[in-house]
């Protein structure tokens, strides 16, 4: 176990602008991963961290010892309450992060299975909430177009729960660098398709793409959707939120392929 005390150390420099700036996150291809829940999930799917960072004063949390004690000793890194404060975002959290690469994802060469595309979700929450629908559905891959929030801002990673380590998720992505690699039909919800989204055969392998908060699917993905589809909302609601939306169209298509 390292102990640090200084906040003029390198080491915790690094923490901080990972902790305050998804700019830096993308520089270096590293994020944290904060609180007991986080690291479990990330323990169990993908193994050890980077690096394991604790304060002082958790250990002596059952929950935080737990997880300390799985980490290899030069992996851990301790600090006091009043360096670790400023990296967390958690408001009451456990003092306990852990620094891990973030994975970059892979485009495939053929599209055949279920897929997600995020076409600028802005907003985190709502990022976080389609990746944990999208793990909990079955569907392993999700690409996020330019504008989409940053997967793995601490934000969306809080609201993922701990989807993130099932699955791949390319970000960065273009209409053309992705639309000629799907082999699957495309669809998108719209309010003015005439097909109901029970209407619509999901038995077999789709794509789904869900769109900006406010502008929904941009023209770029709409020209090549197959299938619109509507939500039938008889309460009258103008639209649906879109991790609301995306929850019931994947599972909507669970629910068929299980009849």
């Known amino acids: 176990m390292k102990l640090i005390s200084s906040k003029d150390n390198p080491f915790y420099k690094r923490l901080k602008l990972l902790a305050q700036s998804n700019q830096q996150r993308r520089k270096l291809g590293q994020t944290l991963l904060e609180g007991v829940h986080l ?8 193994g050890q961290p ?3 960072v ?7 949390n059952d929950e935080v010892a737990h997880i300390w004690a799985r980490i290899e000793a030069d992996r851990r890194v301790c600090l006091p309450e009043a360096l670790f404060e400023p990296l967390s975002t958690l408001v009451n959290g456990v003092s306990l992060l852990f620094v891990v690469e973030m994975p970059s994802g892979r485009l495939p060469a053929s599209q055949t ?12 929450g709502n990022v976080g909430s389609i990746l944990r629908s999208a793990a909990a559905a079955g569907v392993r891959d999700v ?15 809080r609201a993922g729960m701990g989807a993130h380590f099932s699955l791949n998720i390319v970000e960065h992505c273009t209409p053309d660098s992705l639309a000629p690699r799907l082999s699957v ?14 209407e619509q055969d999901l038995r077999s392998p789709v794509a789904w ?31 649906l939120n879109v991790a609301a ?5 994947l599972f909507e298509a669970v629910r068929q392929r299980l009849s």
């Not at 939306?245 to 169209?249: D, E, K, S, T």
Request: a negative charge; aromatic letters at 6%; charged letters at 10%.
């Open 185 to 198: 039909p495309l669809l998108a919800t719209s309010l003015q398709a005439s097909t109901s989204l029970y």
């Open 143 to 157: 690409y996020c177009m330019s504008g989409t929030a940053l997967t793995w801002s601490s934000k969306v990673l």
């Open 245 to 249: 939306c995306a929850a019931i169209c």
């Open 209 to 239: 793409v869900f769109g900006n908060e406010g502008a929904g699917v941009s023209p770029h993905w709409l020209g090549r959707v197959q299938t619109p589809v509507r939500i039938p909302q008889p309460g009258g609601m103008e639209s």
């Open 39 to 46: 690291a479990d999930a990330y323990l169990g799917a993908l």
């Open 113 to 124: 299975t279920d897929c997600v595309i995020l076409d600028a979700v802005q907003d985190a």
């Open 50 to 52: 980077l690096v394991c």
């Open 54 to 60: 604790a304060a002082e004063s958790a250990l002596d």
